[in-house]
């Protein structure tokens, strides 16, 4: 059965959990394997979501499958300044239904934009991504050893 609900402090573990075993698989022919080894160590990653959730920061959300973990998503208000006012996707690792979740609930929070980061070599999240209408925004920074672009999508 599957339930998608918001995550709260005590969630870390599958958190950190989801993420690390994601990034290992979607990304090791994009990132160098020593930076990656390093991003998918799993107390730096259960901190950080220690820290996020402590802070109320953001919004998270864990998908189960007959109750265990297996997909997060988060969206926050977005860090970089060039798309103040957009929300921000900044969690890979899931599914259609989290996609539409998430869609839903950046609309209800007042968001016209929502703006994500992908790897330019990621070609199944890239793909995925446009299927619900984000298109690239021309906006490339390195990150990780690689390139990621920004693609943006109209609420």
Request: aromatic residues 12%; contains cysteine; glycine residues 8%.
């Amino acid at each position: 059965m599957e339930r998608i609900r918001r995550v709260c402090p005590g969630d870390e573990e599958r958190l950190a959990y989801v993420q690390t075993e994601s990034w290992k698989s979607a990304f090791r022919e994009i990132v160098p394997a020593e930076i990656l080894a390093e991003c998918t160590e799993l107390e730096p990653a259960r901190a950080m979501y220690r820290r996020l959730l402590s802070e109320g920061f953001g919004n998270g959300y864990l998908l189960e499958l007959d109750g265990k973990a297996h997909c997060i998503a988060w969206w926050s208000e977005a860090r970089d300044e060039d798309v103040a006012g957009c929300a921000e996707n900044w969690r890979r690792g899931y599914g259609s239904a989290m996609m539409e979740r998430l869609l839903a609930d950046v609309k209800e929070a007042g968001y016209e934009t929502l703006v994500l980061w992908v790897f330019e070599k990621n070609t199944s999240a890239i793909r995925f991504y446009e299927s619900f209408g984000f298109a690239p925004s021309g906006k490339k920074r390195p990150s990780l050893g690689a390139v990621e672009e920004m693609y943006c999508k109209a609420l």
